[in-house]
Structure formats: C-alpha cells, structure tokens
C-alpha cells in the first residue's frame, strides 16, 4: 500500500537519507525505529509533502505522492506529528473537523457526512465528552488525543504516527496504541510508527524498520530486528533482550557500561 | 441531547431500577453533536449595525435631517421608484451629493482595512499585525509625498495625483518587501515581517528628509497622513470597488483554510492546504485592498488592528466568522468615527484618523492588559 523507494534527502548541513527503501501493506503497522538523527521525523515529513527528497519516490496504491495535489495526498496521508501546536479559540471539535479539510472544496461548508466522519473518529480517540472545550486548555494526552483525531477524520489509506506516546502516561501508551492498531485493523490502512522505546514498539507492530545512517539498516519482524547486535549497531549501547514470559515478543532491556563490564570478569 | 417529545415524561428504565446514568454515554454526545451553521444571524447583526451607522451618519450634521426622510431620499435615487419630493432640494443635495459619498467611502475603506487586518493577524499568527505591516503605509505616505514635493498637479482620468501615488507607493513597497523575502522553496513569513519593517523605516526616512529639505506646503500631505473623508466623492468609491470586491470574496473565501493554517504551516500542509499559493495569495488580496483603501482616505489607524479582536472576542476564532464580521464592524466603526470627526467640533472637522486612534489605542492598551493577565 505504501511503497517508499529510494528516498534520498539531506538539509544544508549533510544528508539525512541515503537511499531508504521500506514497504507498508494493508491493515500492517510497520514501527520505524533508530537513534535520534536517524532520519525520522524527516522521512515522515517527506511522506506527507513538507520536504521533497532529491532522489527516489513515495508510491500510495501505485501512485507517486509527488505527483499529487496537496489535498488528494492529504485524503492518502495522514499525519500526527510529534509536538502538534494547537491554536487558541478553536474547541475539539473544531480541530477534529479540520481533517475535513482535504475532502472539501475552498467555498464548500462542512456537511452531514464530515460531522459523522469526525464524530466516529473522536469517539475512537475518546475525546467526546471534550468536544466542547476549548483545545488549548486540555492536558496533553488529550491534546494527542486531538491530533490523532484529525488525523483519522482525513480517512487516508495511510497514517504516520511521530513519537506518539512520547508525552504519554503508560496507561494512555497502552491505550493510544491499541487504538492504533484497531484502526488499523477496521480501515485496513497502513500504519507507520516512529518510537523510541523498543519493548513498546515490539508489542504493538507488526514489522520493525531499523534506521541507521539514512538508510534501513534492519527490517523485519520484531524477533528478527530487535536483536542485541543491532541494537548495539544502532545506539551503540549494549542490551539485554529476551522474550516476554506471556505473549513470547522480545522485551528490551538496557545495560549500564559497568553492569557490561561486571559480567565479562 | 436529542429527546424525542413523547418521550419527556417518561422515566428512563434504567432510573426505574434506582440507578442514575452520571453523564450520557459517548456514543449518545456524539450524537448531539451539531455541524457548525453557517454565520447567519450574525451577518445579519452585522448589516443591521452598518445600516444603523448609515442612517445615524446621514441624518446628523450641521443641517440634520430626520432618518425616515433620509431613508426616503435615499429610496428616492432608485431607478423606477417615484417617491413625491416633501423635502427641501437642499436636503437632497446635502445627503446624497455630500453625506452619502463620504459614509459609503469610510464604510468600504473600514470594511477593507478590517478584513486585510484580520488576515494579516491570521496568517502571520500575530495578534498585533495590522493591514499596514508590511510596508503598505510607508510605501502610500511616500508616494504621496514625491508627487506633493515634485510639484505635479496634474489629474489623470479624473482623480487627483495624490491617491493614485499613493496606490503605486504602497504596491510598489509591499513587492519590495515580498522580493527580499522571498526563497526558492517558498515565503517565510517572518523574514517578510522584517522586511516590511525595514522599508516602511527606510521609506519614512526618505519621506521625512523630502519634507524637510523642500518648504512648499504640506499641509495637503499632513492631511492625507492622518486621513480623513472630507473630499470624499462617489468616483472615489467606484475605484476603489473593482480592488475590494474581488479583493475582499478571496479572502472571505480562504475562511476555513486560514482555520487550519492556524495549527502551523507544516500540519496545513499535511491537511491539504498548498501553504505557499494560499500565502501568495492572501498577502496579494489584502495588499491590495488596503492600498486602494489607503489611496483616498488616507492612513487611518487602529481600525485594521481593533475590528479583528472586537469580532474575536464576541464569537471566537472561527475566520469564517471572524472575516466577514470584521469587515462589517470595521466599516460600522468607521463610519461612526467618521461622522463624530465631523460633528463633534463643528463647525472644524477633525481628522478622522485622531477618533479612530481615541477610541482605538486605550482599547487595544486593554486588550494588552489583558493578555498580560493571562500570561
């Protein structure tokens, strides 16, 4: 469903990607893991049009992003980004309703149909009961919960998720994630999720994406990608890994230098 | 909470049981939910108050004329419509030759400089922008002063040399400002805040050392800086309609792009907005307006800035709302301030520009007070 071939893209100051190819299917949530710096945030920011890569392409259902209209990426792309700035004056439904934009014309009023499509989505991201509060005096969860909102209002094929549970409690981590998943269940779209901690990345997502120097270094399942080598490769520090006594998916669990040390004595 | 009416007496079973439901389920608020109407009542609030300031501004004055006369005359001047004449000829003259020009002139020049305002505090997401930000203003005031120094006089088509320097002096330094800020991957808003400041600053400096070193008399350009409607005419409002109308229907038009461009320019473009035509575009429009605005009534203040945040604080945010209000208070605003310029030390006009800063900058002083508050 979402095809990334190639991509190759550097800021002023040296490249960021070098050639990062990765695939997303139907109903699959692909997290894309590595150390800060890694090229992230800018792959998503390539994947939703806000950055043009010098080199490669981004397929959605066989067609190239880069040959889209804004507002068509945004019926395929949706996006929530890391740390979303939400405006004064607007309340929760108002920002929910946004993700209306992409499928309306410049003088066309929203109807019945985008109230529905809004109203399913934050039921789904648990945020009626604030429809009517103002967005900027929410906590941050909620906040999240917002911006998740009108992202599932777009009703795009695929969605990228930055860091999504950075700000989060471990409750509302569970929480949010699994909400990820079941959408992605229901609307068989597919996921890519940018995380920072490997446990939580292994439990939720089908397939793992390694990142390192641009270009992706590991891929695969999450046994097959979280192992001590590549974790080693990647951060550069040295882990522990071993399966989750219930469900059998690899938990990671860091070692100090001196612990290292301690056990090669 | 939707409930249907025979429904109303009825106890809900599940109270019956002696249970009480503490908040309705999500599914049923989502039900409840509304789509936001379209502003109706409030743009007819709005028309209700301009049409008020009209018949006030037209009845009023040296020679005051009771509003249901006034309404009559002005009845009178439509085609086909044959209202007996009760009314002293002068009454005529005073109203339509000499009121109405000016009211019609400061309620379009209000309308525009309010809706350009509350783009500008849009789309730079600044609470302090005003129409005359990026240069418009300088740019007017030195165009206007070139021509007064250089001693030309003559008209074209009509009009007077001065307003039509103006027009160019503001469009020219707007594009001025654009030019230097503009990069090959788009516009940074606030590198053109900066540039704007920067040629207003040169473009006063070059004006103030003109008027210095020149002695003819200034006092036409002195006018011209504070504004005012004084010389107002019809033809005045007919040049500057063909930059309003279709100036002002694109920006009511970006209404609920200018909303999603309030979260930032990266997530506008993630939820489909082409961030740099749309930026183009409404910097254009209200660059425009406010030049031809600005080209005969002259610089008047505070209206641009105030309007927005009147409108903000009545019904939100929402610039699909906020627009259109804006331009509708704006204009009733200027109208009003226009006609106590005239009466309220008559028989001596004063600039119109001295009652909108009067009642403007102690309301903004507030405003800021209040944004101190919350912080």
Redesign the interface.
Same mark, same amino acid.
């Given at each position: 469903m979402l095809e990334v071939r190639g991509i190759e893209f550097g800021y002023r100051n040296g490249r960021v990607l070098n050639g990062l190819s990765l695939e997303a299917g139907a109903g699959e949530i692909v997290g894309i893991l590595g150390p800060n710096g890694a090229g992230k945030t800018t792959l998503f920011?390539i994947i939703?049009?806000?950055l043009r890569p010098s080199r490669g392409d981004v397929l959605v259902n066989g067609t190239s992003l880069f040959e889209m209209?804004?507002?068509?990426?945004?019926?395929m792309?949706?996006?929530v *980004?890391q740390n979303?700035? =939400? *405006?004064?004056?607007?309340t929760v439904?108002?920002v929910a309703?946004?993700?209306r934009? *992409?499928h309306?014309g =410049?003088?066309q009023?929203?109807?019945?149909h985008?109230?529905e499509v809004?109203?399913?989505a934050?039921?789904q991201t648990?945020t009626?009961?604030l429809?009517h509060r103002s967005v900027t005096e929410l906590s941050g969860g909620e906040q999240q919960r917002v911006v998740l909102a009108?992202a599932l209002a777009?009703e795009a094929s695929v969605l990228l998720l930055d860091e999504p549970t950075s700000n989060l409690d471990l409750a509302q981590q569970a929480k949010s994630l699994s909400l990820v998943r079941e959408v992605c269940r229901a609307t068989q779209g597919a996921v890519l999720v940018s995380m920072h901690d490997l446990t939580l990345a292994a439990q939720y997502c089908d397939r793992l994406v390694l990142l390192k120097e641009g270009r992706a270094w590991a891929e695969g399942t999450p046994q097959e990608v979280l192992t001590p080598e590549n974790i080693e490769v990647a951060y550069g520090v040295r882990a522990a890994v071993f399966p989750n006594p219930i469900t059998g998916v690899p938990m990671v669990s860091l070692s100090s230098p001196t612990e290292v040390a301690a056990s090669r004595d | 909470m939707v409930r249907l009416p025979f429904t109303k007496g009825l106890t809900p079973p599940w109270e019956r049981f002696g249970l009480r439901r503490l908040?309705s389920p *999500?599914?049923e608020?989502?039900?409840t =939910?509304?789509?936001?109407a379209?502003p109706w009542r409030r743009l007819g609030i709005g028309l209700l108050v301009v049409v008020g300031a009209m018949l006030l501004a037209g009845s009023l004055g040296a020679t005051p004329i009771p509003p249901f006369t006034a309404v009559e005359i002005v009845v009178s001047k439509i085609p086909g419509v044959d209202i007996s004449q009760d009314w002293p000829a002068s009454w005529d003259t005073i109203l339509w030759k000499i009121r109405f020009p000016r009211i019609i002139l400061a309620g379009l020049v209000g309308a525009a400089l309010a809706v350009s305002g509350a783009t500008y505090q849009g789309l730079f997401?600044n609470p302090l922008a005003d129409p005359y930000l990026i240069g418009v203003a300088s740019g007017a005031g030195l165009g206007a002063i070139i021509v007064l120094i250089a001693g030309v006089t003559t008209a074209s088509a009509g009009f007077g040399i001065l307003p039509m320097a103006a027009f160019v002096g503001a469009v020219i330094a707007v594009s001025v400002a654009y030019l230097v800020a503009r990069r090959s991957d788009g516009l940074p808003l606030t590198t053109l805040i900066l540039a704007g400041v920067a040629v207003s600053a040169l473009c006063g400096a070059v004006g103030s050392l003109l008027m210095i070193r020149s002695d003819p008399d200034l006092r036409p350009v002195l006018t011209w800086l504070l504004g005012g409607f004084v010389s107002a005419q019809w033809r005045h409002s007919v040049f500057v309609l063909p930059y309003l109308i279709p100036g002002v229907l694109l920006l009511l038009?970006?209404g609920?792009?200018l909303?999603?461009m309030?979260?930032?320019e990266?997530?506008a473009?993630? =939820?489909?907005?082409?961030v740099e035509r749309t930026k183009l575009l409404l910097i254009g429009a209200a660059s425009l307006c406010t030049a031809a605005a600005v080209a005969f009534s002259g610089l008047i203040g505070f209206v641009g800035l105030v309007a927005p945040h009147v409108v903000?604080l009545l019904w939100?945010?929402?610039h699909r709302t906020l627009l259109p209000m804006a331009g509708l208070l704006g204009a009733a605003f200027l109208i009003l301030a226009d006609l106590t310029a005239r009466t309220i030390l008559s028989p001596t006009e004063i600039p119109v520009g001295i009652v909108t800063a009067f009642c403007g900058a102690p309301f903004f002083l507030y405003l800021l007070m209040r944004r101190r508050a919350k912080v």
């Amino acid at each position: 469903m979402l095809e990334v071939r190639g991509i190759e893209f550097g800021y002023r100051n040296g490249r960021v990607l070098n050639g990062l190819s990765l695939e997303a299917g139907a109903g699959e949530i692909v997290g894309i893991l590595g150390p800060n710096g890694a090229g992230k945030t800018t792959l998503f920011r390539i994947i939703t049009g806000v950055l043009r890569p010098s080199r490669g392409d981004v397929l959605v259902n066989g067609t190239s992003l880069f040959e889209m209209k804004m507002n068509r990426r945004a019926r395929m792309v949706a996006a929530v *980004p890391q740390n979303a700035h =939400l *405006p004064t004056g607007f309340t929760v439904l108002d920002v929910a309703m946004m993700g209306r934009n *992409p499928h309306l014309g =410049l003088l066309q009023w929203e109807g019945r149909h985008d109230l529905e499509v809004a109203a399913e989505a934050m039921l789904q991201t648990d945020t009626t009961h604030l429809a009517h509060r103002s967005v900027t005096e929410l906590s941050g969860g909620e906040q999240q919960r917002v911006v998740l909102a009108t992202a599932l209002a777009q009703e795009a094929s695929v969605l990228l998720l930055d860091e999504p549970t950075s700000n989060l409690d471990l409750a509302q981590q569970a929480k949010s994630l699994s909400l990820v998943r079941e959408v992605c269940r229901a609307t068989q779209g597919a996921v890519l999720v940018s995380m920072h901690d490997l446990t939580l990345a292994a439990q939720y997502c089908d397939r793992l994406v390694l990142l390192k120097e641009g270009r992706a270094w590991a891929e695969g399942t999450p046994q097959e990608v979280l192992t001590p080598e590549n974790i080693e490769v990647a951060y550069g520090v040295r882990a522990a890994v071993f399966p989750n006594p219930i469900t059998g998916v690899p938990m990671v669990s860091l070692s100090s230098p001196t612990e290292v040390a301690a056990s090669r004595d | 909470m939707v409930r249907l009416p025979f429904t109303k007496g009825l106890t809900p079973p599940w109270e019956r049981f002696g249970l009480r439901r503490l908040s309705s389920p *999500p599914e049923e608020a989502a039900k409840t =939910l509304q789509v936001k109407a379209f502003p109706w009542r409030r743009l007819g609030i709005g028309l209700l108050v301009v049409v008020g300031a009209m018949l006030l501004a037209g009845s009023l004055g040296a020679t005051p004329i009771p509003p249901f006369t006034a309404v009559e005359i002005v009845v009178s001047k439509i085609p086909g419509v044959d209202i007996s004449q009760d009314w002293p000829a002068s009454w005529d003259t005073i109203l339509w030759k000499i009121r109405f020009p000016r009211i019609i002139l400061a309620g379009l020049v209000g309308a525009a400089l309010a809706v350009s305002g509350a783009t500008y505090q849009g789309l730079f997401r600044n609470p302090l922008a005003d129409p005359y930000l990026i240069g418009v203003a300088s740019g007017a005031g030195l165009g206007a002063i070139i021509v007064l120094i250089a001693g030309v006089t003559t008209a074209s088509a009509g009009f007077g040399i001065l307003p039509m320097a103006a027009f160019v002096g503001a469009v020219i330094a707007v594009s001025v400002a654009y030019l230097v800020a503009r990069r090959s991957d788009g516009l940074p808003l606030t590198t053109l805040i900066l540039a704007g400041v920067a040629v207003s600053a040169l473009c006063g400096a070059v004006g103030s050392l003109l008027m210095i070193r020149s002695d003819p008399d200034l006092r036409p350009v002195l006018t011209w800086l504070l504004g005012g409607f004084v010389s107002a005419q019809w033809r005045h409002s007919v040049f500057v309609l063909p930059y309003l109308i279709p100036g002002v229907l694109l920006l009511l038009a970006h209404g609920r792009v200018l909303n999603v461009m309030q979260l930032d320019e990266d997530r506008a473009r993630q =939820l489909g907005v082409n961030v740099e035509r749309t930026k183009l575009l409404l910097i254009g429009a209200a660059s425009l307006c406010t030049a031809a605005a600005v080209a005969f009534s002259g610089l008047i203040g505070f209206v641009g800035l105030v309007a927005p945040h009147v409108v903000r604080l009545l019904w939100g945010g929402d610039h699909r709302t906020l627009l259109p209000m804006a331009g509708l208070l704006g204009a009733a605003f200027l109208i009003l301030a226009d006609l106590t310029a005239r009466t309220i030390l008559s028989p001596t006009e004063i600039p119109v520009g001295i009652v909108t800063a009067f009642c403007g900058a102690p309301f903004f002083l507030y405003l800021l007070m209040r944004r101190r508050a919350k912080v």
